[in-house]
């Protein structure tokens, strides 16, 4: 009996360590403006070759000038902790001081702009790749908040090309994505078990389709030509604006005010849902720090109450309407959600972002918890997205996933 008691305790806590998956914590409210940059001026999501350099980049708000601690840990394809110990797959320390930090300046919002460098000389090489959280701490050991990364290595080479749908019910809607893989000079031992596929929609890891196997295999190539089971809806180009200079309405601005921060007032933007499709280049969710005055945006872009503004219509009214956008990492909650002004028949929000260039949609959060891009949007077939494949892979008897090939296309010339 005692036995037994001890052995099923066990497996509890084997299920809630070994098998949870782990989330990235969202920021409180005075960290901004959270960005993952390699060799582009604009954020991206954190896919690095290995070897590769990571910067992180953030602002304090509370002026403080608090000290900010990290920490690295490894994880399986599907988020669960690996059972690599931290030698394993570091050079180095972790759990190191953020020393690079400058004060905002000439700016009416004060701030504090912290940089973290990866590899530096305390962290000096992540040696594996696979799945990585980067998790920030306060001087207190409390976890401020915590993002996703990936290290690939170029062991596969990875075809990606994005078709129309062969659902006759969606084909003016999804978009599915083929891949095929090629390993380099290496075998993949039993592809169907140790092979996983996971395909990244506009660098949202929210709504990723993972732990796809091969559909079958030509020679040494893995083929992934299913329909429904790598289908993303089209959704819509996003809305974006622009507000490098502060002192005057720019790109999708229609008046400001200098109260104590600076505020652009966008226009009303339209559901589109049933409209017709119109191309509008835009950079898929994504947004830039830029400041027409400024030398180094990083500390000389201020902080701008962005009021976004979605038409009424009748069947929106009760829902609950989000700004969506890379600019917050994808999250839905209250710092996102629109209110309904019942005197102008609009959707309004103010958000407090930095200077620069933004993409953003409207999106609907369901009681299910489940996303609808396309209520407010509409779904196109049409609609550019960026697509990205990851390829995972543990040979029999490994003890971590490794991600063998990054691939990435574009549904710009979209086929049949």
């Known amino acids: 009996m005692k036995q037994n008691l001890i052995t099923s305790i066990f497996i509890a806590i084997y299920s809630v360590i070994g098998f949870a998956q782990v989330e990235e914590t969202p920021p409180p409210n005075y960290i901004k403006t959270i960005n993952f940059k390699g060799d582009t001026p604009e954020t991206q999501l954190p896919i690095l070759r290995l070897g590769e350099y990571l910067v992180l980049e953030f602002d304090a708000l509370n002026g403080n000038e608090d000290d900010y601690y990290y920490k690295i840990e490894h994880f399986n394809y599907d988020w669960t902790p690996s059972v690599l110990v931290r030698s394993e797959f570091m050079d180095g320390f972790d759990n190191q001081r953020i020393r690079d930090y400058e004060n905002s300046y000439n700016t009416y919002q004060i701030y504090s702009h912290y940089k973290l460098t990866i590899p530096n000389n305390q962290t000096r090489a992540l040696k594996v790749s696979g799945n990585y959280l980067l998790s920030i701490y306060n001087s207190s050991n409390e976890l401020v908040f915590s993002r996703k990364f990936m290290i690939y290595e170029d062991k596969a080479s990875v075809g990606v090309s994005i078709k129309r749908s062969r659902d006759i019910q969606h084909i003016e809607e999804k978009q599915r994505v083929d891949i095929v893989i090629t390993p380099n000079n290496m075998q993949l031992n039993n592809p169907k078990q140790t092979v996983k596929a996971v395909i990244v929609q506009n660098n949202n890891l929210h709504n990723v389709i993972s732990n796809l196997k091969p559909q079958y295999t030509i020679g040494n190539q893995l083929i992934y030509k299913y329909d429904t089971e790598t289908s993303f809806w089209g959704?819509?180009?996003?809305?974006?604006?622009?507000?490098?200079?502060?002192?005057?309405?720019?790109?999708?601005?229609?008046?400001?005010?200098?109260?104590?921060?600076?505020?652009?007032?966008?226009?009303?933007?339209?559901?589109?849902?049933?409209?017709?499709?119109t191309y509008n280049p835009d950079i898929n969710g994504n947004?830039?720090?830029?400041?027409?005055?400024?030398?180094?945006?990083?500390?000389?872009?201020?902080?701008?109450?962005?009021h976004f503004s979605l038409e009424a219509k009748d069947h929106l009214i009760g829902k609950n309407i989000h700004v969506y956008g890379n600019f917050n990492n994808y999250i839905i909650?209250?710092?996102?959600?629109?209110?309904?002004d019942e005197n102008n028949q609009v959707f309004t929000k103010p958000i407090l972002l930095k200077q620069g260039f933004y993409n953003y949609k409207y999106v609907v959060a369901n009681n299910d918890g489940n996303i609808d891009e396309g209520l407010i949007g509409?779904?196109?077939?049409?609609?550019?997205?960026?697509?990205?494949?990851?390829?995972?892979?543990?040979?029999?008897?490994?003890?971590?996933?490794?991600?063998?090939?990054?691939g990435e296309g574009s549904s710009v010339n979209i086929s049949n």
């Open 287 to 306: 947004y830039v720090i830029l400041n027409i005055d400024a030398e180094n945006p990083s500390i000389e872009a201020d902080y701008v109450w962005v």
């Open 378 to 406: 509409g779904n196109f077939y049409q609609t550019e997205n960026n697509y990205k494949v990851l390829v995972y892979y543990r040979d029999l008897g490994a003890r971590y996933d490794q991600i063998i090939g990054l």
């Open 333 to 340: 909650d209250e710092s996102t959600r629109l209110e309904y």
């Open 235 to 277: 959704g819509n180009e996003y809305f974006f604006f622009e507000n490098k200079d502060v002192r005057a309405a720019n790109t999708g601005i229609q008046f400001i005010d200098l109260k104590d921060l600076y505020h652009n007032y966008l226009y009303t933007n339209i559901v589109r849902a049933n409209r017709p499709y």
